[in-house]
């Protein structure tokens, strides 16, 4: 469900546990394990302790050095003395592979703990809004000042105070790095936002040190490393089970709302489905058109809150994060049809994987048609070099005049694609399930309200 936190970011941050239940991430924890909602993990039970802790340090917090709490504008702090950097608590890393429970933690630790300006995003989604608005300084620095003093003008450390006005916490999902124009400022950027007294508590697949690991002109990357740990306490996740897999109430509903191409009626029985589904929502079936940032978005087929897309349009034209995400805020159902059995380097695989995670991040229920089932649509051995993809980079090699050691870069062997694509298996796993489906009926009920109210 998507919801404001008070930060003004509603694109961003969302809260998917009902306040009815107990406060805190620990008293939380244990209720859902006594009703059998989770399945007793005394190593992620250690993890939620840690959140729970960090609740208590962070209650009421504010990063007192920052220009918003000072009473002071953002501009005013560039003609007074400089102030020491905030002393604040320590925030926390949690890393670890598919289905360690990382997404369900950040929901209780972010929905319980008690700061005014806390912002929670996916990081891509996040470092997208910090190039936009980098642009936008400069842009108006140039505009005032001319260009000929761009050159001494902190654009960075005017974005960076410009989001501690807004959050004095940040909660960032899936935090990685594979951007070099990211790995670049993050150095920079976070530096300040520590300065004034940010609080980070981050979810990753990797820990710290392999961040980045083997990218472009990574040793310019990794003083940022030490910044982020030594404001950030560190813990793995990993205890050898994907709870996403294990807390499945039920199998996977391949025939029910994951259909086989190559089974007899399975676009049929997709098309019957949408029906049922569009009877339950009590509107007519129609394009709509979704507007935002300048840009639109027309979708030929949708009901209400259901809209019915295909791989080849959501995939393989050019879509952005974005459009994703303010699906997400019209949409509670998605019938994704068409998807092909996918490859590391095949067209539209990276935006399969982005707008999975989208749609999971958001709570969207999925129905799907596909080549084949979950756990075999992402094939492995196309993920491999072949022997003409090996001479072809040799070749490169030799053209750039690379060292060897230069083709074992992540841009290369793809390893930060695998580690998605393995998420993204684990996670329509999960949402083609009645425990899924069940969960996103807040959702559901909320989208549908909103839409019928939009339309009378």
């Given amino acids: 469900m998507l919801a404001s936190s008070g930060c003004g970011c509603t694109n961003y941050c969302y809260v998917r546990f009902s306040s009815t239940l107990a406060t805190g ?7 859902m394990v006594r009703k059998s909602e989770l399945r007793e993990d005394s ?32 501009l005013s702090k560039f003609f007074s003395q400089p102030s020491a950097p905030v002393q604040a608590p320590r925030g ?10 990382k997404t369900m933690l950040m929901d209780m630790f972010f929905n319980d703990v008690q700061v005014e300006k806390k912002r929670r995003a996916h990081f891509g989604a996040f470092m997208v809004d910090i190039h936009s608005r980098f642009k936008v300084v400069k842009d108006d620095f140039i505009r005032t000042s001319g260009e000929d003093r761009l050159r001494n003008f902190d654009a960075l450390g005017q974005v960076a105070d410009s989001i501690t006005s807004e959050a004095h916490l940040l909660c960032f999902d899936e935090f990685q790095v594979t951007d070099i124009s990211n790995a670049m400022i993050l150095r920079g950027l976070f530096t300040r936002l520590f300065e004034n007294g940010v609080i980070v508590v981050a979810t990753s697949n990797r820990p710290p040190d392999d961040l980045y690991l083997n990218g472009l002109q990574r040793a310019s990357f990794l003083p940022f490393i030490g910044v982020l740990k030594s404001h950030c306490n560190v813990a793995s996740l990993n ?7 294990a807390d499945m109430k039920g199998t996977p509903s391949i025939g029910r709302v994951f259909y086989v191409l190559s089974d007899n009626g399975a676009s049929a029985k997709a098309d019957k489905l949408f029906q049922t589904l569009c009877e339950e929502e009590g509107a007519a079936v129609e394009p709509n058109t979704l507007h935002f940032l300048g840009r639109t978005m027309t979708l030929d087929k949708a009901c209400g809150g259901i809209v019915d897309v295909t791989y080849e349009d ?3 034209e050019p879509r952005a994060a974005m459009d994703y ?7 509670h159902t998605v019938v994704l049809r068409g998807v092909p059995e996918i490859g590391l380097r095949e067209k539209g695989a990276a935006r399969f994987v982005k707008f999975i995670d989208t749609m999971y991040d958001n709570n969207v229920r999925m129905v799907m048609t596909a080549a084949t089932n979950p756990s075999d649509l992402f094939n492995r051995s196309a993920m491999r070099l072949t022997e003409k993809e090996k001479a072809a980079l040799e070749m490169l090699r030799d053209d750039l005049g690379l060292r060897e050691s230069d083709l074992e870069t992540s841009f290369f062997t793809g390893q930060e694609e695998l580690f998605s694509y393995l998420r993204a298996e684990s996670r329509i796993r999960h949402m083609i399930t009645a425990s899924y489906w069940d969960a996103c009926s807040e959702n559901n009920a909320l989208l549908s309200a909103g839409n019928k109210r939009a339309s009378a």
């Fill in 25 to 31: 991430p620990l008293a939380r924890y244990n209720e």
């Fill in 43 to 74: 190593h992620q039970e250690s993890i939620v302790t840690r959140l729970d802790e960090l609740c208590s340090r962070l209650d009421r917090y504010s990063a007192a050095g920052s220009a918003a709490s000072s009473g002071t504008s953002i």
């Fill in 92 to 101: 926390l890393y949690l890393h670890g592979s598919v289905g360690t429970g």
């Fill in 239 to 245: 205890s050898g089970v994907d709870h996403r897999i």
């Fill in 314 to 316: 959501m995939c393989i």
């Fill in 325 to 331: 995400l303010q699906m997400c805020g019209s949409f």
